[in-house]
């Protein structure tokens, strides 16, 4: 089993649909938790950030974390054709590396 | 504030040759991490360094190296490469020494044929 486990999709919207992305983990001492999106051709881009569990809003993006389900998310409201793209999760422990998900690839059409 | 820089974009290199890719991080930033990307095997960490020390070491062959200079910037070299080494070479660079707040520059596509 791996650390992290994302759905690759794709999974396609429609233009104004809710996403929601997931990632389930297996190593319960990881505290944080990114989410990171990556469009075709470029480097990933930091998109929020959190320590252990709860919610964080910022703007169209909601993430939250449930440690005792093992499980994170991140929601993005009112989706646009400018949100296609890979989302990647990542969780991390102490000083030790960050653990990335595979990605799920997002397609929003118009 | 300019973003973490890599050069080339883009190489393609003949089978046994070598190759040295480039990342300066983000100005003040003093760790600098480097991942491999590929569509089987996703991220996979390469190497960390914090201060021109190397911090952590992800599950490669000796075959990959890197150092960082006193300015930060940092240096992976590939040698003897081989098919498998075609990735996406990404070097991502953090204001703390915690690691968890990391930004990307745009990676180095590196094509071995």
């Known amino acids: 089993q791996k650390e992290v486990e994302q759905d690759p999709g794709p999974l396609s919207v429609p233009e104004g649909a809710i996403v929601s992305l997931n990632c389930t983990y297996s190593?319960?001492?990881?505290?944080?938790f990114m989410w990171y999106r990556q469009y075709s051709r470029k480097g990933p881009e930091l998109l929020m950030y959190?320590?252990?569990?709860g919610n964080k809003e910022d703007g169209r993006f909601t993430a939250q974390v449930d440690k005792s389900s093992k499980y994170i998310s991140l929601f993005i409201r009112d989706s646009q054709p400018s949100d296609s793209a890979t989302y990647l999760c990542?969780?991390?422990?102490?000083?030790?590396?960050?653990?990335f998900g595979r990605g799920t690839s997002l397609i929003v059409h118009p | 504030k300019a973003g973490v820089t890599q050069t080339p974009r883009y190489l393609i290199k003949t089978r046994g040759q070598q190759v040295t890719l480039s990342c300066s991080p983000i100005s003040g930033h003093r760790s600098v991490s480097w991942y491999q990307q590929t569509p089987g095997q996703g991220l996979q960490f390469l190497f960390e360094?914090?201060?021109?020390?190397?911090?952590n070491k992800g599950n490669f062959p000796g075959r990959f190296s890197g150092r960082q200079f006193s300015n930060s910037r940092s240096e992976m070299n590939v040698s003897t490469l081989e098919l498998g080494d075609s990735a996406l070479y990404l070097c991502?660079?953090?204001?703390?020494?915690?690691?968890?707040?990391?930004?990307f520059g745009p990676g180095t596509r590196l094509t071995v044929t």
């Open positions: 190593n319960s001492a990881f505290q944080y």
């Open positions: 991502a660079s953090s204001p703390r020494d915690s690691v968890y707040e990391q930004y």
């Open positions: 990542a969780m991390k422990r102490g000083s030790y590396i960050p653990t």
């Open positions: 360094y914090f201060s021109e020390t190397q911090r």
């Open positions: 959190t320590y252990s569990s």
